[in-house]
C-alpha cells in the first residue's frame, strides 16, 4: 500500500550491549523521539521500549519485527543481531497510519504472531501471591472458591495491586487451565482497532483485511479465559457487543453476517470506580451487572503492612537471579522507610524501586542510600512516619503527594504528558484522568 511504503522510513536504530543495556543511538532516534543521550545510555532496553507482558526481549529471534511503545509512541520495531550486541531499529510510528495501513501492516509480520503473543496459559498460581496478611489472605481464599466456577469474575483495585496475577491464579485453578488464557489490555488498543482485535473480521472486511479473515481475542480464548483488563476504557460501542456476548455466547466478526457459538469465561478488571462512570454516561449499566457475579476487591499495600517486607525479599530474590547479584539483606533503615512508604504505586511500585536499588547495589546489603543513587520522583516526596509533620486525612497526603509527583514529572517532561507517563510509571490515559481530578494545566 502505498501510504505503508511512504512513512516506512528511518526512525532511527538503539543498539544494546550483550547485558540488555544501552550502549548508544542514532541521531535521528534522538530526534524523531525527542530523547536525550544522557536520558538512555546505560538503560536497560527494557525501560526503553515498553512491550505486553508475553513479549521477551532477550527472546527474540534475529530480524524478528514486534510492537512495542517507545516515549508513549506505538511503533513497529525489528531486531537484528551483530555478534553480541543487538540493534532495535524503528520502522514505523503507528501514529502516522490510517486504520486500514495499521491492520495491512500488521498482517505483514510472522503468520502466527498474533496467536502466540495473545495465547498464553496462566503462568501464576495462588501460592506465587505474595502475602501473608489476613486481608490477601481473605481474597486469596475467596478467588480459590469462586475459581472452580465458570462465571464472570470483576476484580477491582487500584493500579498495580497485582489483578493480572489473580486472573492467571483463577484460570489456573478452574476448570480451563488446560486451554488459553487471553490478556486484553483495554487501554492500550486504539478506538479504531478494537472490534477488529476484540470480535474479529471477515474477508474483505475494510481496506488491508486479510483475505481469509482474521479471528479476535474472543475465539481465541475459545474454551478457555478472556482477561479484559483495564474495561473501564472499552469503548461504548463495544460495550453493546460485549455484552451481546456475554448474553448469548456467541460473537459475530466485523464484516460477517454469521454468528459464532463461544465457550469462554471472562475476567475483567478495573482500577475505576464502574458505578461512577454508569452515573456519567461511560459505562453501560446492563454489562456491569453482567460482569458483577463475583467481585474481588484486591487490597492496596498500605493495608497490608505487614506483607511489605516479604514481597521486597521477594522482588529481591527475582532480581538476584536476573542481574546475577547476591543481596541478601535489606538494611534495617531501608526496611522502616519501606514499611512507613504508603506506596501508592502499589506491588508494582515496590518491585521498581527494589529493581532500581539491586542495579546499584554495592555488596549484598541492600541499603536506603542506593534508592537515592539518582533523583526519583516518589522518593523525593515527604511520606508519613519519615520525620515530617504533617496535617490532614490519610487520603489529603496521599493526594498532595500523588499531585506533587505528577507536577513534578510534566516539570521535567517539558509538558510533555506521553513522557510525564512513562515517567511515572503510568498509563497515559491514567494520567490525564488525574491531571483532571487535580485540576492541573
Given at each position: ?5 511512504n ?32 536520558d ?35 511503533c ?13 531499529t ?20 510472522e ?31 475467596l ?69 481469509e479473515?482474521?479471528?479476535?481475542k ?18 461504548y ?14 460473537v ?21 470506580d ?6 456519567e ?69 515496590i ?30 516526596v ?5 520525620n515530617?509533620?504533617?496535617s ?37 490515559a ?9 485540576k492541573?494545566?
Amino acid at each position: 500500500m502505498e501510504n505503508v511504503k511512504n512513512v516506512i522510513r528511518n526512525w532511527g536504530s538503539i543498539e544494546v550491549d550483550e547485558n540488555g543495556r544501552v550502549i548508544g543511538a542514532t541521531a535521528d532516534f534522538y530526534e524523531y523521539f525527542m530523547i536525550m543521550p544522557t536520558d538512555l545510555i546505560g538503560k536497560s532496553i527494557t525501560r526503553v521500549i515498553h512491550t505486553s507482558s508475553t513479549i521477551s526481549l532477550k527472546g527474540l529471534d534475529h530480524k524478528h519485527v514486534f510492537s512495542g511503545v517507545i516515549s508513549g509512541h506505538a511503533c513497529f520495531i525489528r531486531v537484528f543481531r551483530r555478534e553480541a550486541h543487538t540493534l532495535y531499529t524503528i520502522i514505523i510510528r503507528q501514529d502516522e497510519l490510517e486504520y486500514s495501513d495499521l491492520v495491512y501492516f500488521s498482517n505483514c509480520l510472522e503468520k502466527n504472531k498474533a496467536k502466540k503473543n495473545s495465547v498464553v496459559q496462566g503462568r501464576y498460581s495462588f501460592q506465587e501471591i505474595v502475602g501473608k496478611s489476613k486481608e490477601i489472605e481473605r481474597v486469596k481464599e475467596l478467588a480459590a472458591r469462586i475459581a472452580t466456577s465458570s462465571s464472570t469474575v470483576l476484580l477491582t483495585g487500584e493500579t498495580g495491586t497485582g489483578k493480572e496475577l489473580f486472573a492467571q491464579a483463577i484460570h489456573g485453578l478452574s476448570t480451563r487451565k488446560a486451554q488459553p488464557f487471553v490478556p486484553v489490555n483495554c487501554a492500550a488498543i486504539p478506538d479504531e482497532l478494537f472490534e477488529s482485535e476484540i470480535f474479529g473480521y471477515e474477508a474483505g472486511a475494510f481496506s488491508g483485511a486479510k483475505k481469509e479473515g482474521k479471528p479476535g481475542k474472543i475465539e481465541l480464548a475459545q474454551h478457555g479465559t478472556l482477561f479484559l483488563d483495564e474495561i473501564s476504557e472499552l469503548p461504548y460501542q463495544a460495550q453493546g457487543k460485549l455484552l451481546r456476548v456475554l448474553q448469548e455466547r456467541e460473537v459475530e466478526r466485523l464484516g460477517g453476517t454469521g454468528t459464532k457459538n463461544v465457550d469462554i469465561r471472562i475476567i475483567a478488571a478495573s482500577n475505576r470506580d464502574l458505578s461512577t462512570l454508569i452515573k456519567e454516561g461511560k459505562f453501560r449499566q446492563d454489562l456491569y451487572y453482567r460482569l458483577y457475579v463475583f467481585e474481588l476487591k484486591i487490597p492496596p499495600l498500605r493495608e497490608r503492612q505487614e506483607d511489605i517486607l516479604p514481597l521486597a525479599y521477594h522482588f529481591v530474590e527475582y532480581f538476584n537471579t536476573k542481574l546475577g547479584s547476591n543481596v541478601k539483606e535489606i538494611d534495617p533503615k531501608l526496611q522502616d522507610w519501606l514499611i512507613q512508604y504508603d506506596w501508592p504505586g502499589n506491588i508494582r511500585e515496590i518491585k521498581a524501586i527494589i529493581e532500581r536499588g539491586m542495579n546499584i547495589v554495592d555488596g549484598g546489603i541492600l541499603t536506603l542510600e542506593s534508592l537515592y543513587f539518582t533523583p526519583n520522583l516518589l522518593l523525593e516526596v515527604p511520606s508519613v512516619g519519615m520525620n515530617n509533620s504533617f496535617s490532614g486525612t490519610l487520603d489529603e497526603v496521599v493526594g498532595n503527594a500523588e499531585k506533587s509527583a505528577i507536577q513534578r514529572a510534566l516539570k521535567d517532561s517539558k509538558g510533555d504528558r506521553s513522557l510525564a507517563a512513562q515517567k511515572l510509571k503510568i498509563h497515559v490515559a491514567s494520567l490525564y484522568r488525574k491531571i483532571a481530578k487535580y485540576k492541573l494545566k
